[in-house]
C-alpha cells in the first residue's frame, strides 16, 4: 500500500490502513526512540505510541513532497528531546554554575 493511499485509509478510519501504518513504522520509531533514550528505557514505547497519536491528529495536513517516515521520525526526535529536558536538572546558575539542590545557583561559598 502506497503512501497516500494508507494515510487516506487512515483518515477515513481503515482499520487495515490503520495497521498497515502502524507496522510500517514501529520498529523504526522505536528504534529511533532507544537511539536517543537508550534500550533499558521504559519510555520508548510511549514515546512510539505519542508519535503516532500526534501523527494521527496532523495527518490531514500531511505534506506528500516529503517522506512520511521522515516527518514521523522528526515528531519521535522532538518528543525525545523533550523528555530529555524534562529530565535534566535546572542549570540556572550564573556563569554555567550548576545549581545547587533545590534548583538555586550555587554561588560562591562563605567563610
Not at 490503520?18 to 532507544?34: E, G, M, N, P, S
Not at 521520525?73 to 545547587?100: F, K
Request: one cysteine or more; charged letters at 30%.
Amino acid at each position: 500500500m502506497n503512501e497516500r493511499r494508507m494515510v487516506q485509509g487512515v483518515l477515513v478510519g481503515d482499520r487495515r490502513a490503520q495497521d498497515a501504518f502502524f507496522r510500517a513504522y514501529r520498529d523504526r520509531l522505536y528504534r529511533t526512540t532507544v537511539h536517543f533514550l537508550g534500550l533499558e528505557d521504559s519510555e520508548a514505547e510511549d514515546i512510539v505510541q505519542e508519535t503516532f497519536l500526534i501523527a494521527h491528529q496532523k495527518l490531514a495536513r500531511f505534506d506528500f513532497r516529503h517522506k512520511l517516515s521522515t516527518w514521523l521520525i522528526q515528531i519521535t526526535i522532538n518528543l525525545c528531546y523533550e523528555r530529555i529536558r524534562q529530565r535534566r536538572p535546572e542549570r540556572d546558575g550564573p556563569a554555567g554554575e550548576p545549581a545547587a539542590p533545590g534548583g538555586r545557583a550555587a554561588g560562591p561559598r562563605r567563610a
